[in-house]
């Protein structure tokens, strides 16, 4: 059977816990507001392996101009199968009537995927982050 992928959001914190440790995302500690975060979410495309979570994307949008593609992970066990390739073709195909579609990839090694679906690196642009680690559940 296939994997199946569906921008449906039902997942359970428990599922999204794994999934996001299990490529080592700090995220995955935050269980209860990792699973808000995503309920919140313009777009969430999660994919399937039965009752399995191997892939989640994240999109956050202004409804017209801006979508802002959070994250894209796969469970390491289900990489290199062209997953995170097919939900980013889903949101490039979503979000083309849109101005701008920014990827925020976590990691710089990760750069060159996005290129491969016309993502370029912003010419004078800088990413920045700001980060509020605590205990808060």
Same mark, same amino acid.
């Given at each position: 059977?296939?994997?199946?992928?569906?921008?449906?959001?039902?997942? %359970?914190?428990?599922? @999204?816990?794994?999934?996001?440790?299990? $490529? /080592?995302?700090?995220?995955?500690?935050?269980? !209860?507001? #990792?699973?808000?975060?995503?309920?919140?979410?313009? %777009?969430?495309?999660? @994919?399937?392996?039965?009752?399995?979570? $191997? /892939?989640?994307?994240?999109?956050?949008?202004? !409804?017209? #101009?801006?979508?802002?593609?959070?994250?894209?992970?796969?469970?390491?066990?289900?990489?290199?199968?062209?997953?995170?390739?097919?939900?980013?073709?889903?949101?490039?195909?979503?979000?083309?009537?849109?101005?701008?579609?920014?990827?925020?990839?976590?990691?710089?090694?990760?750069?060159?995927?996005?290129?491969?679906?016309?993502?370029?690196?912003?010419?004078?642009?800088?990413?920045?982050?700001?980060?509020?680690?605590?205990?808060?559940?």
């Amino acid at each position: 059977m296939g994997l199946l992928y569906t921008e449906q959001k039902k997942f %359970t914190m428990q599922q @999204v816990q794994e999934l996001f440790l299990s $490529v /080592g995302w700090v995220s995955g500690q935050y269980p !209860s507001r #990792l699973h808000k975060a995503l309920m919140h979410s313009a %777009t969430v495309i999660t @994919v399937w392996d039965q009752d399995k979570l $191997v /892939g989640l994307a994240r999109v956050i949008d202004d !409804s017209e #101009l801006v979508a802002f593609l959070h994250y894209v992970l796969v469970h390491p066990d289900y990489q290199h199968q062209g997953i995170a390739g097919k939900m980013l073709q889903m949101i490039i195909e979503k979000y083309k009537d849109y101005l701008y579609i920014e990827g925020m990839p976590e990691e710089s090694k990760n750069a060159d995927f996005y290129k491969q679906f016309g993502f370029q690196v912003m010419v004078n642009g800088v990413a920045m982050q700001r980060c509020n680690f605590n205990n808060k559940v």
